[in-house]
């Protein structure tokens, strides 16, 4: 079965710092692995993913991620902080290698709080 | 503009009643699901469509019903016999083929039982 960890409830990074948010999967094929972005009580964003290719990707809003085979790690990153980065952030993995529909795992989410 | 709209925003429900929530695609679409969002738990799937007219259930379907009359519609009711139907509820779209497509959201719907 497929899962993802989201090992801190909670970031808290000072404005302008840069800012990781961690996460760690589990799947049995390739990964491809999603970062999403809600605000309260909004629906959920979609930030960036990788597929394959380089392991750094970029994505909306000056966010970026690093995929980590070997650790089996996907952390979200941003060099530097704004207030309006505060939200919550969720990863997200699918089994690639599978024929048919492949579902979504997510994790339980991170809430990012920038302080001014 | 290209979206998902699902309506209401809000919702309050007696114990005992079934109630529908709307989610609504023009992104053309032909995967839909619904999510459900409960604090300290992520999401959770309850339905997903493929394709007009087919659905499956998802980790959590018991209490729910769903159908695909349409690809621009995949409408989820809570029945009475959900027995914890408080939380918040997500519907999604997604390009089918390939399956590296990212999810779109909705706004949601906040469904609260008194």
């Known amino acids: 079965a497929q899962s993802v960890a989201q090992p801190e409830d909670q970031v808290n990074v000072a404005e302008g710092n840069p800012l990781t948010v961690k996460c760690t999967y589990s799947?049995?094929?390739?990964?491809?692995l999603f970062w999403y972005v809600q605000y309260p009580n909004r629906g959920l964003q979609f930030l960036l993913k990788?597929?394959?290719?380089?392991?750094l990707v970029k994505g909306s809003y000056g966010f970026e991620a690093e995929f980590n085979k070997s650790q089996t790690s996907f952390h979200l990153k941003k060099p530097s902080a704004l207030v309006s980065d505060s939200a919550l952030y969720f990863c997200?993995?699918?089994?690639?290698?599978?024929?048919?529909?492949?579902?979504?795992?997510f994790g339980i989410g991170t809430k990012l709080q920038v302080i001014p | 503009d290209g979206g998902i709209t699902q309506s209401p925003k809000y919702l309050f429900r007696k114990e005992g009643q079934n109630v529908t929530l709307s989610c609504e695609q023009n992104?053309?679409?032909?995967?839909m699901y619904w999510y459900r969002q409960d604090p300290g738990q992520g999401l959770r799937l309850i339905y997903y469509?493929?394709?007009?007219?087919?659905?499956q259930k998802g980790d959590i379907a018991e209490g729910y019903s769903v159908s695909r009359e349409k690809k621009e519609s995949f409408p989820l009711t809570v029945t009475s016999a959900q027995k914890n139907p408080t939380a918040f509820y997500l519907c999604?779209?997604?390009?089918?083929?390939?399956?590296?497509?990212?999810?779109?959201f909705g706004e949601g719907s906040r469904l609260t039982v008194l």
């Open positions: 999604a779209s997604s390009i089918s083929t390939p399956n590296t497509g990212e999810l779109f």
């Open positions: 997200a993995v699918r089994d690639g290698n599978s024929g048919g529909y492949q579902k979504v795992t």
């Open positions: 469509s493929q394709i007009v007219n087919d659905f």
């Open positions: 799947v049995s094929g390739n990964p491809y």
């Open positions: 992104l053309n679409h032909d995967a």
């Open positions: 990788y597929i394959t290719g380089d392991n």
